[in-house]
């Protein structure tokens, strides 16, 4: 049971043709009001799932190192996709796919994504940039859905959030090659980011590791679950 990588280019339609692009609040409306249609037409995971519930406790871990007091304002949707993909609809609003869960190293590795997603967020993209683009789904929103500039962006102040959270910065250069390594990916995009990442100065690792913890049970489950063996990232 899995959408295909054609299905996902809906989200081009469903995100298309808006002209409040410049006002915030409407942003926030528009993108609620997308992830309500994506939930009514794409197979998403109920709220009790195993691999819901570990999504949401990492994106949430991440958010609230900037937003505590609004935890639950914020929300995690996962779809049964076996594509790596991850993207923000807006309205605090993100979905990663199966896909994705499957084929990063480790859990840093996701929370890097999700960092990635929750700083375009956090940093009003969605005010300025409707996601119109179909493009920012092809490889999930680690590859382009608003223009470089605004990928690295994104990407510094994932490496602030990652920090914050505990986990390695390197994750989010980390997550970006094992995406630039698939086949068909966007790889000048992508490398332009990295090494942008490869002279940041946030480095180091941070003092805690504390983690969500249960990655590899996720894993398992979804493989069990899609009877596939998917490729993880080396
Ligand atoms: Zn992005």
Redesign the pocket.
């Known amino acids: 049971m899995s959408l295909s990588l054609a299905g996902l280019w809906l989200l081009g339609g469903l995100l298309g043709g808006g002209d409040e692009t410049r006002d915030c609040s409407a942003s926030a409306q528009a993108g609620a009001s997308t992830m309500q249609r994506i939930a009514e037409s794409w197979p998403l995971r109920f709220a009790g799932d195993p691999v819901r519930r570990y999504v949401l406790r990492l994106g949430q871990r991440i958010v609230a190192q900037v937003d505590p007091h609004h935890v639950d304002d914020w929300r995690f949707f996962v779809v049964r996709n076996l594509e790596p993909t991850a993207f923000a609809v807006g309205g605090n609003r993100f979905v990663v796919s199966d896909g994705l869960i499957a084929f990063v190293r480790n859990e840093s590795d996701l929370a890097a994504v999700l960092a ?1 997603e929750i700083a ?1 967020q956090r940093l009003g993209h969605f005010c300025d940039h409707a996601p119109t683009d179909a493009e920012r789904i092809r490889y999930g ?2 590859v382009q ?2 223009d470089l500039d605004t ?1 690295r962006a ?1 990407d510094a102040d994932a490496l602030h959030l990652l920090k914050a959270a505990g986990y390695d910065p390197g994750s989010m250069f980390e997550v970006l090659r094992c995406l630039s390594e698939r086949p068909g990916a966007p790889v000048s995009q992508l490398q332009a980011r990295m090494r942008v990442l490869q002279s940041s100065s946030v480095r180091d690792q941070p003092r805690a590791h504390v983690r969500v913890g249960g990655l590899e049970e996720i894993r398992a489950h979804i493989l069990e679950e899609s009877g596939s063996s998917l490729q993880r990232c080396q």
């Open positions: 990635h375009h929103s680690i859905h608003f990928e994104a």
